[in-house]
């Protein structure tokens, strides 16, 4: 959240985000503050993206931070707990019985953590790697965030199980009766083969599909396809893509251990060369 904060407070049209916070190691009081605190200095442009967390380098990594599921509760099922209390805490509804005799004045009444950005609990994404948590996530009210990665559970092609995840979201989202428009993002990997540095880094990937592995034992994953050709077979090759065509925003996955030069000229000639003739802007 420093990072978020200071990137807030050095700009001020971008909107900042995270893909994704895990939300097994999260105290939600002290996230809510955090949050709160960025999305201030940012001015309202902070899109928090938080999810259940996948495979680690440790065994239960989150029991080290204090952690622990409840009885007859997975850790996938305490990370959801962890979001449903921050989902209530970011309402900025009075919760906390007062101290009669405080250091300095209250406000009359309950009280809430503070400080509470408003607007902010809208602003929130769930990472999602099946149709079920997505569903989920549309009852409570929470964005969607979809990557490139998803449990396979029809054995179709990635883009084609994300979007039906998409639509399963949607329309639990209508059956719920929010009000506000919900917005879902989808990740990709797109490389537009422009010059020698392109064809050198992506240029096998031109042939890329999907792969199918395994996180654990029991979930069989997808994972889907890179892009990456000359700008016109790019544009041809995404518009045939279900998932983007259901989702409103797309988030680039880049190499950032190519560095910052080569990552702008990544992002500037999609802007370029492919956005315009997608209709993206």
Same mark, same amino acid.
Not at 64 to 76: I, K, R, S
Not at 132 to 151: D, I, R
């Given at each position: ?181 919900? $917005?879902?993002?989808?990740? @990709? +990997?797109?490389? *537009?083969?422009? =010059? ?8 096998? !990937? ?13 979930? $069989?994953?997808?994972?889907? @396809? +890179?892009?990456? *050709?000359?700008? =016109? ?8 893509? !279900? ?39």
């Amino acid at each position: 959240f420093p990072l978020l904060a200071a990137a807030g407070a050095k700009t001020s049209r971008i909107e900042i985000g995270t893909a994704v916070i895990d939300m097994r190691y999260e105290n939600p009081l002290y996230m809510a503050e955090d949050a709160g605190a960025a999305d201030l200095i940012a001015g309202g442009r902070l899109q928090l993206g938080i999810s259940r967390g996948s495979g680690e380098q440790v065994i239960d990594g989150w029991r080290y931070f204090g952690y622990q599921p409840g009885e007859n509760e997975t850790d996938a099922d305490m990370a959801r707990r962890h979001t449903e209390f921050l989902l209530d805490v970011l309402r900025g509804e009075g919760f906390a019985q007062p101290n009669p005799h405080p250091m300095f004045p209250n406000p009359t009444g309950l009280l809430r953590v503070e400080p509470h950005s408003e607007g902010l609990r809208e602003r929130l994404w769930w990472g999602a790697a099946t149709n079920a948590t997505a569903v989920w996530a549309a009852k409570l009210g929470m964005n969607l965030q979809s990557s490139t990665l998803k449990t396979d559970e029809t054995g179709e092609a990635f883009h084609v199980q994300q979007a039906d995840q998409i639509r399963a979201y949607r329309a639990a989202w209508k059956e719920a009766g929010h009000t506000r428009t919900p $917005r879902v993002s989808v990740s @990709r +990997s797109i490389f *537009a083969l422009v =010059d020698d540095r392109d064809r050198a880094y992506f240029g096998r !990937e031109s042939q890329s599909k999907d792969h199918i592995g395994f996180l654990d034992e029991n979930t $069989r994953s997808i994972f889907g @396809r +890179s892009y990456a *050709a000359t700008p =016109d077979r790019l544009v041809e090759e995404l518009a045939k893509d !279900e998932a983007i065509a259901e989702a409103d925003t797309i988030l680039l996955t880049v190499p950032n251990q190519l560095g910052v030069d080569y990552n702008t000229h990544v992002m500037e000639s999609i802007l370029t060369h492919v956005a315009p003739a997608l209709g993206w802007r």
